[in-house]
């Protein structure tokens, strides 16, 4: 069974701090491993997509990385605006459907 | 462009009601998915959609919910016989169907009294 496990639940930084998030997984065959922010009371928001192992991307202040059993969110000298739930998924080659982890709620302080 | 759309924005019902949840996607996406998202938790899949047909609705968890698609663009929730149980944001996606990334909509925010 696909699993996705999000670690710290929470973070909380202070303005210009640099920190990442992690996103661990399992799964039977990876079609890709996705980020996506959620603020509160709204749907989530794709940031990333990320297919193979040693693939990043970049966004602004932030950075997904993809190893084969996990992947890293990077926030760089994060803002308060950064603050958010990052939501980490995976879609198997079996499927097509998203399996979330819990999530990292972000809060970063000016 | 228009992103997806998600009427309504608040539902409140109550206990053993019948509701109806609506979702329009992308223009040009032909895939599209429901999934629930409780506090604190992250979505969970309840059924996708590629055309007019479910694919996949093994996310669905008893009878009493049911999605359909007739056209292939809108989708329609439907949840009979609520329970508190139900309470939950519903969140709707779409995707292109060749691609993977899934873009979602606002969600509906459904309490059961």
């Known amino acids: 069974e696909d699993q996705v496990t999000q670690s710290p639940e929470a973070l909380r930084l202070q303005e210009g701090e640099s920190s990442s998030l992690n996103c661990s997984y399992t799964?039977?065959?990876?079609?890709?491993l996705f980020w996506y922010r959620q603020d509160p009371g709204k749907g989530p928001e794709f940031l990333f997509t990320?297919?193979?192992a040693g693939e990043e991307k970049e966004k602004e202040r932030l950075k997904a990385t993809l190893t084969k059993k996990e992947s890293f969110l990077h926030i760089t000298a994060p803002k308060p605006e950064d603050s958010a739930t990052y939501l980490c998924?995976?879609?198997?080659?079996?499927?097509?459907?998203?399996?979330f982890g819990k999530g990292t709620s972000l809060l970063v302080t000016p | 462009g228009a992103g997806v759309s998600q009427t309504p924005s608040n539902k409140v019902t109550e206990k053993g009601k019948y509701v109806e949840l609506r979702c329009d996607p992308i223009?040009?996406?032909?895939?599209l998915y429901w999934y629930r998202q409780s506090l604190g938790q992250g979505p969970e899949f309840l059924i996708y959609?590629?055309?007019?047909?479910?694919?996949?609705d093994s996310g669905l968890p008893n009878d009493r919910f049911f999605a359909v698609r007739p056209e292939g663009s809108v989708s329609t929730l439907k949840i009979q016989r609520t329970e508190r149980g139900d309470s939950a944001m519903y969140l709707c996606?779409?995707?292109?169907?060749?691609?993977?990334?899934?873009?979602f909509g606002p969600g509906t925010r459904l309490t059961v009294l």
């Open positions: 996606a779409s995707s292109f169907p060749e691609g993977n990334e899934q873009f």
């Open positions: 799964v039977s065959g990876l079609r890709g």
């Open positions: 990320l297919y193979s």
């Open positions: 998924a995976v879609i198997s080659n079996s499927g097509y459907a998203l399996n």
């Open positions: 223009s040009g996406h032909t895939a």
């Open positions: 959609f590629q055309g007019t047909g479910a694919a996949d």
